[in-house]
Structures are given as C-alpha cells and as structure tokens.
C-alpha cells in the first residue's frame, strides 16, 4: 500500500465553532496526497458530528473517537500510532492553513533534504491576521538546532516532522503535561533532526485569542504543577544531550515562577527551589520583583 505523503493530525475536544474552518483548509489543500487523522478527545458538543461527515465524504480524512477525555498529548500520539505518512504534521481544531502551505514545506523537505521543515506563521487576534514573527526565523534557508529559540518557536504546529525522525528517537508527547508538552517535544525532535530548514512561503493560521484554550482556562494550581513537571523533564532531556545550561530550562523556569508569585501558590517543592537556583541563581528574586512592580503599577493605575 502506498504511503501519502503527509499525516495531518488533529486532535479536538468540543471544537464545533472552529473545526469546520480547519477541516474545509485541509481539504482544499494543493497537495493532495495526504491522510488526516481526527482524534476526538470524547467531546461532548457538535464536533464530532462534522468531524464523521467529513470523513464519510473525503476519505483521506479518518475519525477516532477516545473512550473517554485523556488530554492533548494521549490525542496527539494516537495519531502518531496511527499516521501512515511518510511526514507528519500536526494542526490545532482552531487554526487553519493556506491551500499552498503543506506543497511549499514538502519542496523545501525536498529540496533541503531536512528532517524538520518550519512554515511561516499568521497570528489571528479579533479576526485580523498578522505575520507572526518568531525569534530566528527571519529569512527562508536551513537552520541549525542553536538557531532555535525555544521562547517563540516551541509550538508543533507550524512545523513538518519526518516520519523517520519520529521512528527512530520514539518521540512521544509526554501525557503528564498538558502545557509545554509541545515544547519537551521540539527539543528532543530539533536537537535529533538531520537538518532543519525555514520555509518562508504560505501560512499556518493561529487563533491567538480563542476563549477556551488550556492557557486561559486552567485552574492555577494545576498550572504550576504542570509547569514543574515540564522543568523537571527538560532538565533530564538536556542533560542527556550535554546541554544542562540550555536557555530553554529558564524560560520555563520563569514561567513557572511568575504564576507561582502571582498568585501566591502553595510553596514550591525542595527539588524544583534547588533546580531553579541551579539554572539561575537570581532569578527568583528578578522574577518576584517583576511581579510586584507590575502589581503595584495596577493598583496605581487610574
């Protein structure tokens, strides 16, 4: 049986105002050689419906319905037990691409003989679409694992995976995390990929103010046991590498310490208080400082 060309995973959970969006994209998509894997999360609203029409219709689309609500990452890698592409690229139910985004990233895939092709961003805020800059990526050509900003560019979605990568490192999505699980997967995928090239053409549009996204509507505490969890897991997967000072330990790190001070979280646990020190001596200090000024600038304001 012949392999498409590309895996298209998209999880969703409830995402019945958004997912016809992103189903019509993929469907109108100039490459056509692809298979799209539908992973329904057990939701509960009207998606699931217009996820099975449009399976019955196109049949490079497949639905699969989860038992029972297991969370992003359990979504993700059930496409990935299931994808038959000899790439694979991962959509959100609330994003969209243009019809030429996926043929510029196979040509570039071809052309530069990449194991990870990055496409260019459009961020949607109030319905009006953007270029969506990212720290190191500013002009079309290969990029090397050190040119990768994990601050700006940590998210899969914008990006076009080989299927070999995946095989042979085993990458999976950790399902402990439901925030950052994105991140923990790139570096391990980045650092492992045989090349890495930018290609600036066609676009990947992401919904930047959607309502319901885990970031806005995540209880704090689970936050900030979900962003320790993610320190604790990037420090191993850099520290198995040779990168114990990676910057992106800090970044979480500050993640972590802003929703902890800003809402005055129980206290962090002994390992992560000395993990913390470990990657940033002062940031602790720094990053409390930040929030009181911004807390005392509010409390001012008129």
Known sequence: MTRPAVSLIVPFYNAGTTLPDTLASLAESSCRDIEVLLIDDASTDAAPELARAQASRD????????????????SRNRGLDAATGQWIAFVD?????????????????????????????????????????????????????????????????????????????????????????????????????????YSAQGHYHYRADHPTSIMRSSPLADRVANFTRLLHRLHTATDSVGLPRHPVLR????????????????????????????????????????????????????
């Open 59 to 74: 049949p490079r689309f497949r639905y699969l319905c989860n038992p029972a609500n297991r969370g992003v990452s359990f």
């Open 93 to 197: 139910a609330d994003d969209w691409i243009s019809s030429d985004w996926l043929a510029n990233l196979l040509a570039d895939a071809a052309a530069s003989r990449a194991e990870v092709v990055i496409g260019r961003t459009r961020r949607v805020r109030n319905g009006t679409a953007e270029d969506y800059p990212m720290q190191g990526l500013r002009r079309r050509g290969p990029l090397t694992f050190a040119d990768i900003v994990f601050k700006d560019n940590c998210v899969i979605w914008n990006k076009l995976y080989a299927a070999d990568v995946i095989h042979r490192e085993n990458l999976r999505f950790d399902e402990s995390l439901w925030i950052g699980e994105d991140l923990l997967f790139n570096f391990r995928a980045l650092h492992a990929a045989h090349g890495i090239f």
């Open 251 to 302: 970044k979480v790190a500050r993640d972590l310490l802003m929703d902890h001070y800003r809402h005055q979280t129980p206290p962090l646990d002994n390992a992560t208080r000395d993990l913390i020190r470990q990657i940033s001596p002062t940031l602790p200090l720094r990053v409390r400082a930040s929030v009181c000024r911004k807390a005392l600038r509010a409390r001012l304001a008129p």
